[in-house]
């Protein structure tokens, strides 16, 4: 009984300190919607927060807010009559402070889960389960089994969220777009401290 208690305790440890990986939820900024919108030089942008959290990401949402980096899901229409560079052209702006967004690996860096947090599960591994027959008892070591199957089931979840999570961020790359007179683009930027404030770009060449 003493045995159990403590494989208990040790079970109940490991799953309090890790949790379970998370499978990545798509964002998916073409299908948002965005009631935050922002006009200057002829650009149009729409942004929206805290979309990580909104899609189900619940730990690449805690991650970003211990990182102090802000997931951005936008919508950028281009009304000059020019084609407009992202990286060249723009400058981003958190209230009146220039941001800077980071490039997707970068962002997948700060915010992705930790592969090797789930190592504890191989505490499992000295997990047995006790069967009794009258004044006989045998202990089936069934950790065996389940410690490196759960760690490694998890470590494989962590690392398959994290290559969709840097996938969807490099299809919505935005920064090396070039947006024609007229068009609209989406795409998904992680920046640095802007606090929530809101988002605006200018073109750099204005004052």
């Known amino acids: 009984m003493k045995k159990i208690f403590i494989q208990t305790i040790i079970l109940l440890a490991v799953l309090f300190t890790t949790g379970c990986a998370s499978t990545y939820k798509a964002i998916n900024p073409r299908q948002l919607y965005y009631t935050a919108h922002s006009s200057k030089d002829s650009l149009l942008i729409s942004y929206k927060y805290n979309v990580l959290q909104e899609k189900g990401n619940k730990k690449l949402a805690k991650k970003e807010l211990r990182r102090g980096v802000q997931v951005i899901a936008i919508k950028l229409t281009n009304n000059t ?33 930790s592969v090797f947090s789930y190592l504890p599960y191989l505490l499992l591994t000295f997990t047995s389960v006790i069967f009794s027959n009258g004044n006989s008892s045998v202990a089936v070591p069934v950790g065996i089994v389940i410690g490196p199957g759960v760690t490694a089931g998890n470590m494989a979840v962590a690392a398959t969220a994290n290559k969709r999570f840097l996938s969807e961020l490099n299809e919505y790359n935005i920064l090396d777009r070039n947006i024609r007179p007229g068009d609209t683009d989406f795409g998904i930027i992680g920046v640095q401290n802007s606090n929530f404030g809101p988002i605006s770009v200018r073109l750099k060449n204005e004052k």
């Open 81 to 113: 009559d020019r084609t407009i560079n992202v990286h060249d052209d723009l400058i981003f702006y958190a209230g009146d402070t220039p941001i800077y967004p980071m490039q997707p690996v970068d962002v997948k860096n700060k915010v992705r889960q």
